[in-house]
C-alpha cells in the first residue's frame, strides 16, 4: 500500500471532510455563517444548529474516521461503545449533554518528545469529544472569517507546509533576514479562561448558552496518571479537540496586532491591490509607501504557538522582540521563555 506525504493525507482528509459535510446538508449552513461573520454579524442562537441531528451525526462519523476515537477516557468507552447504538439513541444522547453540560474529568498522559521530555495530554471522554466535535463544526467557520492569513496552524486548507512557503516568501523574495524567534512558556496551560471568553465573545460567538458550555469545558477536572485530580482554573488541555481552534482564537489578536505595526498601517494615498494567481494579495505599492516613511518592516509566520516575525534589521528585530514580549504580557498575561527565544541573523545561522 503506497504511503501518503503529509500534503497528501491532509487533501484527502479535507476531501473527506467535505464529503461528510454535504452528505448531512451542513455545507451550506457553514458557508452562511462564514459569510454573515465576514459582514461581522453577532450571533445569538448557535445551540440550534449545534444541537441540530444533521450537526450530531456529521460530528459522530467525524470522530468515528479518526484514529483517537479508539482511545478510552476515564470511563473507559470508545467509539465501538457508541456504534453499538442507533442513530436515533446517540442522538438523544448527545442532545442530553447540551441540555445541563457538565463533562467528565480528562484523562492526562504523558507523550514522549524527541528530545527526551514529555508533553501532557488531555484525553476527554468519548461523549464529552462528539460534544466539541459538534461545537467545533459551528464556531469554526465563524472564526475563520475573522482569522489572519499569517496564522496556519490547525485551519482547514493550511498545513505546515503553507507556514514554510510564507517564511521562505518573506525571506527570498521580501529580503527579510532577521528573524524573531519567540517561545511561549507553557501556552496551553496558562490561557485566561475569562480573557478567552472575552475574546469569542469580541467574535461574535454571543450565544450565552455555548460559552457557559465552553466555561464548563475549560474547569474540567484532570485525573493524572497517578490518579489524583486536579480543578484547573487556567489553560486548556492538550489532546481536546476544540483545544487547537480556542488557541488561535487567544492569539488572533497577537497576529492582527503585528500586521498592524505594519502590514495594515494605512497610507495617505489609496493604493489599489492586486491578487496572484493564488488569490493572494499583491500590496507591492503601499509596501513602497511605508518603506519611505520611518515605520519599521515586521511580518509575522504563525503556526499554532510557535511563530516568527521577520524584519529587515538587527535593530528591528530587537525592538520587535521587546515590544511583541511587553505586548504578550500586558495584553494576554502570557510570557516568553528566554532560553528558547531569540533573534537570528539568517545570513548567519
Not at 462519523?61 to 479508539?70: A, E, L, Q, V
Request: net charge positive; glycine share 4%; charged share 30%.
Amino acid at each position: 500500500m503506497p504511503v501518503l506525504t503529509s500534503g497528501q493525507q491532509e487533501r484527502k482528509s479535507k476531501q473527506r471532510k467535505i464529503r461528510n459535510s454535504e452528505y448531512y446538508d451542513m455545507e451550506g449552513t457553514f458557508d452562511r455563517l462564514y459569510a454573515e461573520s465576514k459582514k461581522d454579524k453577532t450571533f445569538n442562537h448557535l445551540m440550534e444548529i449545534i444541537e441540530s441531528e444533521e450537526n450530531i451525526k456529521l460530528a459522530y462519523r467525524t470522530i468515528k474516521k479518526n484514529t483517537g476515537s479508539d482511545t478510552s477516557g476515564v470511563d473507559k468507552r470508545t467509539i465501538a461503545d457508541l456504534a453499538k447504538l442507533s442513530e436515533e439513541e446517540y442522538v438523544r444522547l448527545i442532545r442530553k449533554q447540551f441540555s445541563n453540560y457538565h463533562p467528565r474529568p480528562v484523562r492526562r498522559v504523558e507523550i514522549p518528545k524527541p528530545n527526551g521530555k514529555t508533553r501532557p495530554l488531555g484525553i476527554p471522554t468519548i461523549v464529552d469529544r462528539i460534544v466539541q466535535q459538534c461545537i467545533l463544526q459551528v464556531m469554526e467557520p465563524i472564526c475563520e472569517a475573522k482569522f489572519s492569513e499569517n496564522s496556519n496552524g490547525f485551519r482547514p486548507n493550511r498545513s505546515a507546509e503553507t507556514a514554510i512557503a510564507q517564511c521562505m516568501r518573506l525571506i527570498q523574495v521580501q529580503h527579510l533576514y532577521h528573524v524573531v524567534d519567540l517561545d511561549i512558556k507553557g501556552f496551553f496551560d496558562n490561557i485566561s479562561h475569562t480573557k478567552l471568553i472575552r475574546q469569542i465573545w469580541a467574535l461574535g460567538i454571543r450565544d450565552k448558552k455555548l460559552l457557559c458550555i465552553i466555561k464548563e469545558m475549560l474547569k474540567a477536572p484532570v485525573v493524572l496518571p497517578n490518579g489524583e485530580k486536579t480543578y484547573p482554573t487556567r489553560g486548556t488541555p492538550q489532546g481536546g479537540i476544540l483545544s487547537p481552534l480556542l488557541a488561535n482564537i487567544v492569539l488572533n489578536e497577537l497576529d492582527w496586532w503585528i500586521a498592524s505595526q505594519w502590514e495594515q498601517m494605512p497610507t495617505k494615498t489609496k493604493f489599489k491591490t492586486r491578487s496572484n494567481a493564488q488569490g493572494t494579495e499583491i500590496k507591492s505599492h503601499a509596501y513602497r509607501a511605508l518603506r519611505r516613511s520611518r515605520l519599521k518592516e515586521m511580518h509575522a509566520v504563525r503556526y499554532a504557538d510557535d511563530f516568527k516575525i521577520f524584519c529587515a534589521t538587527h535593530e528591528d528585530a530587537v525592538r520587535a522582540y521587546k515590544a511583541t514580549e511587553l505586548w504578550l504580557k500586558d495584553r494576554l498575561g502570557l510570557e516568553i521563555s528566554p532560553d528558547k527565544s531569540k533573534v537570528v541573523n539568517l545570513k548567519r545561522q
